[in-house]
């Protein structure tokens, strides 16, 4: 796991240099823009909540959207990976990583949502809620970032996410990151609607498509497809 988690590291250092320039730990873009991992985190976890049903005034029998929730924590391991490395080199961050995965939660999000589990919403969203708020603070100490870290897998645990899986959907997700700054995300010009589904779900259906799932030939399958907009 040590290599995997270097490897998620390497990758998510090469998307930042492409998106923000080589500079982007200093906190600024190459186009001087201020970058903030802390309050990505805490945006992408209200998104992230956003996919239960806890709106007591709408859709009340409505269902979880378990498919975007993952997609959601996703993000925010991109961004819990770049805070961590804009303070400590790969290495130390990868201990820091490795110390605090094994870390386990009493609550568990259910992926089939009944009608019993409104009562229980509070409960059910406390992990997420309880990492926005450590992700709110301003500390930049070790102890803090081994509270950010616990908190994170402990939400990614109630979730019933492993760090296997977290692997595969950040290196997917990482392609598709990849191949929409190739193709204009910055510049405002990228599509991410294609032929009307959005481009996260075409990327799903790219990768039960692929038999050597890598790199390259998932970038490659997204290229084919991306082609084929009309």
């Known amino acids: 796991m040590e290599a995997r988690v270097l490897e998620m590291l390497d990758l998510q250092d090469k998307m930042n240099s492409l998106?923000?320039?080589?500079?982007?730990?200093?906190?600024?873009t190459n186009k001087g823009k201020v970058i903030n991992w802390r309050r990505t985190v805490y945006m992408e976890l209200a998104e992230a909540i956003d996919s239960l049903p806890w709106k007591h005034w709408k859709n009340i029998e409505g269902n979880i959207d378990y498919d975007n929730f993952k997609i959601?924590?996703?993000?925010?391991?991109?961004?819990v990976m770049s805070e961590l490395m804009k303070y400590y080199d790969k290495n130390t961050v990868t201990k820091l990583i490795?110390?605090?995965?094994?870390?386990?939660?009493?609550?568990?999000?259910?992926?089939?949502?009944?009608?019993?589990?409104?009562?229980?919403?509070?409960?059910?969203?406390?992990?997420f809620e309880e990492l926005l708020r450590i992700s709110l603070q301003s500390e930049n100490s070790?102890?803090?970032?081994?509270?950010?870290?616990?908190?994170?897998?402990?939400?990614?645990d109630s979730a019933s996410?492993?760090?296997?899986?977290?692997?595969?959907?950040?290196?997917?997700?990482?392609?598709?990151?990849?191949?929409?700054?190739?193709?204009?995300?910055?510049?405002?010009?990228y599509i991410k609607m294609w032929n009307g589904e959005e481009d996260n779900v075409v990327m799903q259906r790219v990768l039960a498509n692929t038999?050597?799932?890598?790199?390259?030939?998932?970038?490659?399958?997204?290229?084919?497809?991306?082609?084929?907009?009309?």
Request: glycine share 6%; charged share 25%; hydrophobic share 40%.
């Open 19 to 28: 998106a923000s320039g080589d500079d982007w730990r200093s906190g600024v």
């Open 72 to 79: 959601e924590m996703i993000d925010i391991w991109h961004f």
């Open 98 to 127: 490795l110390e605090n995965s094994n870390h386990r939660s009493a609550i568990k999000m259910p992926i089939d949502w009944k009608i019993e589990n409104n009562a229980q919403l509070d409960e059910i969203i406390a992990p």
């Open 142 to 156: 070790e102890e803090y970032f081994t509270a950010f870290l616990k908190q994170f897998f402990i939400s990614l």
């Open 161 to 189: 996410i492993s760090l296997d899986e977290l692997y595969e959907l950040y290196i997917w997700k990482n392609v598709l990151n990849c191949f929409r700054q190739d193709n204009g995300y910055k510049e405002g010009t």
């Open 211 to 230: 038999q050597n799932i890598g790199f390259q030939s998932i970038y490659d399958g997204l290229t084919a497809a991306y082609k084929e907009i009309k």
